[in-house]
């Protein structure tokens, strides 16, 4: 379209108000003239999705507005405003007044004029030293821009066009890692539309929320909404556990402002420490319009405070519960309303993961999810919908990633060679750091219940010894690896190494080397397939929904889009192939690929279509 426009018999005028940007831009800069009003936003921001203007706008921006100038835009995809760009060749006119109607003049007079009309393309790029200057901005961006590819490559596509011309300078590439974050770019976008709950369905008030619990997540959770300038009702059992719950959300955010000078003041910490309610009567949540749980994981709890919360709650408030892994149907079954009920599944610490899974229970009315997910927005968090499982999306897919990472113990690993090899791929942490600052007590009693629940499932117990060992992790200042006072550094630890040898030593093990090639392909695939069964039995809608779950709550690198994204980069075919490689050896069990693998490695397919 754009060469249509600029070989066009016809004069071309572009005008520009309010925004020209991206490909709006490089549309602009294939007509023949510009005219802008002053004010409007001029910007190639492709870069900041780790693209690159592919339309054209790496070679005609420096043709039209200098190399330096262009350079800089590019690069750093920052808007700027038309009137600082008034001195360069970008535009043949600013309009003060009506810029349509300046436009329709100026048109007017060039076509009376005549043709041939001018295209940036001709023009040449001067610069007394192009070179020099293309060096120097490659140094500045090598040193912020790593594993990002697409500013090296802007230079590099405005160098070939300085040097070789227009054309050779168009012939761009496009990086996986770029494909990674367009695939971020739309899944996130794509997470809150649901097949069956269309955009206009209507949704809720929202305006006061209660919280039940003033732990680790309740108290975590109600800053989410005081941060939006929600008033919270916090209810607790014990006057001590609540005066708790308070000091520590005033610590957090006396933390906070320690960090963030300037931003968070005393006197707005002030403001949202007198947005909460504190108190120990579920009367006082009465006025609530959302109350979500965050009492002790048992079901007998949630029982008793879900049939209060139905004895107080006002008709059409919705309540929601924190629950990471109990039945949220059989939760809503407690109330009379269960089309009230909804899992609103936050991840610890929840002033840092941005993501929230919206757990849709059987009889979850189509209005509260889809306020859940308009209020999620509100707050700042990525909403991901999860239908009812043990663990939903991505607790689920987390277990069979931590299963494997345990038998690789069992096989010859120690802990902080699997560490270093997930984070060297880019994981934000390791399944054992991960596990130590989470709790390892936390895992062991899901394993409890798995025992009980599942023995045909076969797990390594390494990880209980370690717990009965007393190593939790960081609370108890010993876990997989050690820790010092005051520091959160992970030392290697003798004693644990040493128990790991033993453990495969009583198992009958042959520890054998394992590579971080394997580390990395059984972990992610671990996920993998399990990720492709939880499409296969519907409880996430799409794969891209799975990818926002780990990039937004797992520390699933950014870069590599997901682990279903992974899986489509490398093949299904090769996926599949791994698996069966992986199933002939011990503790081959897990691997059994699932339906939608195999299907895929058969048909050529992607799980992102
Ligand atoms: P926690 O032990 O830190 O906090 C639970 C709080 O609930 C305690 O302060 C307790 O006094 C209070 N409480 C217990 N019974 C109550 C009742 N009947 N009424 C009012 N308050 C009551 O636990 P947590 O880690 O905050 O977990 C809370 C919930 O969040 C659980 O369902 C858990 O599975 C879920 N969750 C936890 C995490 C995590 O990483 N910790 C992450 C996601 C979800």
Redesign the pocket.
């Known amino acids: 379209m754009i060469k249509a426009v600029e070989g066009s018999a016809k004069p071309a005028v572009v005008a520009i108000h309010a925004v020209a940007m991206g490909g709006g831009l490089e549309l602009a800069l294939g007509a023949h003239y510009r005219i802008a009003a002053p004010g409007a936003q001029i910007a190639l921001p492709e870069v900041k999705l780790d693209l690159l203007p592919g339309a054209g706008g790496t070679q005609r921006l420096p043709r039209a507005v200098g190399l330096e100038t262009a350079l800089n835009m590019i690069v750093s995809g920052t808007p700027v405003p038309s009137e600082k760009l008034a001195q360069t060749a970008l535009f043949d006119e600013i309009a003060e007044a009506d810029l349509l109607a300046a436009a329709i003049c100026f048109a007017g007079q060039a076509a009376d004029r005549g043709g041939p009309y001018p295209k940036v393309r001709d023009r040449k790029i001067e610069h007394p030293n192009a070179e020099g200057f293309i060096q120097f901005a490659r140094n500045s961006v090598a040193a912020v821009a790593q594993h990002f590819p697409a500013p090296h490559e802007c230079i590099d596509a405005i160098e070939k066009g300085v040097k070789e011309g227009f054309e050779r300078g168009l012939a761009l590439v496009q990086t996986p890692e770029s494909r990674a974050l367009r695939h971020t770019f739309f899944g996130e976008r794509a997470a809150d539309k649901i097949a069956d709950v269309p955009p206009d369905t209507p949704v809720r008030k929202i305006g006061h929320i209660g919280v ?7 108290g975590g959770i109600a800053m989410n909404f005081l941060n939006a300038g929600l008033p919270v009702v916090l ?3 014990k006057q001590d ?1 609540l005066d708790r ?1 308070l000091a520590t959300i005033r610590r957090n955010y006396e933390d906070e402002a320690q960090v963030k000078k300037g931003k968070l003041t005393q006197e707005k910490v002030e403001e949202r420490m007198a947005l909460i309610h504190p108190t120990l009567s579920y009367a006082d949540l009465a006025q609530a319009d959302l109350i979500v749980e ?4 048992e079901l007998g ?1 949630k029982e ?2 879900f049939r209060q919360l139905d004895e107080i709650a006002k008709p059409g408030a919705i309540l929601a519960s ?4 109990l039945d949220l149907n059989k939760i809503a079954s407690f109330t009379k309303l269960p089309g009230d009920v909804i899992g609103m ?4 610490p929840t002033n840092v993961m941005k993501l929230l899974e919206a757990v849709r229970g059987e009889e979850t009315a189509k209005n509260v999810l889809a306020t859940v997910i308009q209020l999620a927005k509100k707050i700042g968090k990525t909403a991901v919908v999860a239908d009812v499982c043990d663990g939903f999306i991505g607790n689920r897919m987390i277990e069979q990633y931590i299963r494997q990472a345990l038998f690789m113990l069992e096989e010859g690993a120690l802990p902080a060679q699997i560490d270093r090899a997930i984070e060297q791929f880019g994981f934000a942490m390791g399944p054992f750091r991960m596990s130590n600052l ?1 709790g390892n007590d936390i895992g062991w009693a899901i394993r409890k219940r798995r025992y009980r629940e599942q023995p045909e499932l076969h797990y390594s117990r390494v990880a209980d010894r370690l717990c009965e060992m007393g190593c939790f992790g960081q609370k108890t200042g010993a876990g997989w690896y050690d820790y010092q006072p005051g520091r959160r550094d992970a030392l290697p630890s003798k004693l644990v190494d040493d128990m790991i040898v033993a453990y495969s030593k009583e198992q009958g093990a042959v520890r054998r080397r394992i590579g971080d090639e394997e580390i990395v392909e059984r972990l992610v695939l671990s996920l993998v397939n399990e990720g492709a069964k939880i499409l296969d039995e519907g409880i996430a809608a799409k794969a891209s929904d799975i990818d926002m779950v780990y990039l937004t709550g797992y520390g699933f690198p950014l870069w590599r889009g997901g682990p279903m994204l992974y899986a489509d980069t490398i093949g299904l075919y090769n996926v599949e192939r791994a698996m069966r490689k992986y199933a002939q050896q011990p503790n081959g069990a897990a691997w059994q690929p699932a339906a939608r693998v195999s299907a895929l490695a058969a048909s050529g397919g992607r799980f992102n279509a």
């Not at 039940?212 to 309740?218: C, D, F, L, S």
């Not at 599944?345 to 610890?348: A, E, G, I, L």
């Open positions: 039940v619990g003033a732990g680790t997540m309740g209810l607790e059992t556990a719950g965050a009492v002790f994981e709890v008793q405070v924190n629950t990471s892994t599944h936050f991840f610890s989470a």
